[in-house]
């Protein structure tokens, strides 16, 4: 809890300064203050355990009480007035961490279902561990985690359930965003609803395929998953090796994303097109599994393979449009705030979803582009305001609302993009148009 570590700063500060200020009288002011100061520090380390910003509390705490100490001598001299400023400054510095890199909270979901997550590493032998044909000497693996109703509730799964690879994943989202790995502490140690591996519920769930955002994780659409799956929705997330941050192989080894801005416009926008495609291509061979029935994961069997609908944010939105362009067992596509990469007259003649970021800068490319798919065909554009392009998946959790990075609604974007997906899932399922009454509740249709 952010505002708990920024009551613990300022409360240290009002201890120090009462010190300060009141050395020569009673002790009561700065016994009292003191006091309520270093509760709500313990209650920080109920709370949130041992997390970097607690430490950092802890220990500007305990230079607090030693100031506090020889204030009380009244040998105040300089070095002690230096200290006290320099422990103050710390202090700020680590309330603006605690709010800038909040403690992960996925929100409870919303729907009647309870919640089951499971994982596992799909091989498409058809094609070589990049995606493309080659000599067949390694397969391609497809990681990906299943959402899905469940039967009964249990305990709370790990937000990275597979606690191996949380330091190789933060590591690489690290090396991806140019971010120290602090950022993503919380990534590793949060929680959330879904229960690991328990049943499914029983009866056919309307099924979505994602794929995540280009140098990301399949882990960062888990709040938006969980929203889902509890309105009666079997998801699966996808990571894409060599193209994801960090995506586990069926070997057991990892493989990191090999793709990296080039500065040539040219070279990184065929880059990116390529990138699209094998994705969709990964989607595809899901789809396969489930047809054959061999996906090995229980919750797959209450799969209706009727209502298969491809998503993706960013990258990941191109990759749906594609693989529904290319696969005609996709019935509608949820395109989050992604860019377009398939021909330019691409005419799916199903539902398509596109999801705005509304806090971001104008791009009049991508907006033309979608222009083209609602003149075109059965296609809403939904604009969510106060929201940026990361705050649409768990980065708007993980990180502070600021302006153009998460969106001062950033936090609400996974359970906003959620919302607007299933009532494109609703009109799949019932073969009308979608609802746009219930739209416009979202954001601003059109």
């Known amino acids: 809890m952010p505002w708990l570590d920024i009551a613990v700063a300022v409360g240290l500060i009002a201890t120090l300064l009462t010190a300060l200020t009141t050395r020569k009288r009673s002790l009561t002011p700065v016994s009292a203050v003191g006091g309520a100061a270093f509760i709500l520090l313990g209650v920080a380390w109920w709370v949130e355990g041992d997390r970097w910003q607690v430490i950092a509390l802890t220990v500007c705490g305990a230079l607090v009480a030693g100031l506090a100490v020889w204030a009380r001598s009244g040998r105040l001299t300089v070095l002690s007035r230096v200290a006290s ?41 058809t094609r ?36 191996g690879r949380a330091a190789a994943l933060t590591g690489a989202l690290s090396a991806q965003y ?44 888990t709040s938006w998953a969980e929203e889902l ?9 996808l990571d894409h ?55 090995g994961l229980p919750a797959l069997d209450h799969a209706d393979p009727s209502l298969i609908i491809a998503a993706g944010h960013s990258l990941g939105g191109a990759a749906a449009i594609e693989a529904a362009r290319m696969d005609d067992r996709i019935r509608g596509v949820v395109d989050i705030d992604g860019m377009p990469r398939s ?36 296609a809403e554009r939904v604009t969510l305001d106060g929201v940026a392009h990361l705050g649409l998946v768990d980065a708007g959790l993980i990180l502070a609302p600021l302006p153009t990075i998460t969106g001062i ?11 607007a997906t299933l009532v494109l899932i609703d009109a799949v399922t019932s073969g009308g148009p979608a609802d746009l009454k219930a739209l416009s509740r979202i954001g601003a249709v059109g």
């Open 85 to 125: 400023v320099v422990v103050v400054a710390a202090l700020v510095v680590v309330a603006g961490a605690a709010w800038g890199l909040p403690p992960l909270q996925v929100p409870a979901p919303s729907g009647p279902q309870a919640v089951g997550v499971g994982s596992t590493v799909w091989i498409d032998d």
């Open 128 to 163: 070589d561990a990049h995606g493309g044909h080659g000599d067949g000497s390694e397969s391609r693996s497809i990681p990906a985690t299943v959402w899905y109703p469940a039967s009964t509730s249990g305990e709370n799964a790990a937000y990275l359930p597979d606690r």
């Open 178 to 221: 140019g971010m120290p790995a602090l950022v993503f502490d919380s990534v590793a140690r949060g929680r959330a609803n879904a229960a690991e591996d328990t049943p499914p519920a029983e009866g056919r769930f309307p099924v979505v395929i994602a794929s995540p955002g280009s140098g990301s994780t399949r882990w960062l659409m």
């Open 229 to 237: 799956a509890s309105h009666g929705v079997i998801v699966m997330a």
């Open 241 to 295: 090796p060599y193209d994801s941050a960090s995506a586990e192989l069926a070997d057991g080894s990892t493989a990191d994303t090999e793709l990296v801005a080039t500065g040539d416009d040219e070279r990184d926008q065929a880059a990116a097109d390529a990138a699209a495609a094998i994705r969709a291509q990964d989607i595809s061979a899901v789809i396969d599994r489930i047809d054959r029935g061999d996906a």
């Open 343 to 378: 021909p330019a007259d691409t005419d799916l003649g199903r539902p398509v979803l596109f999801l705005v970021a509304g806090d971001s800068d104008p791009n009049p490319e991508y907006d033309t582009t979608v222009d083209g798919f609602l003149a075109r065909g059965d």
């Open 409 to 419: 609604r950033g936090p609400e974007g996974p359970r906003l993009s959620a919302q």
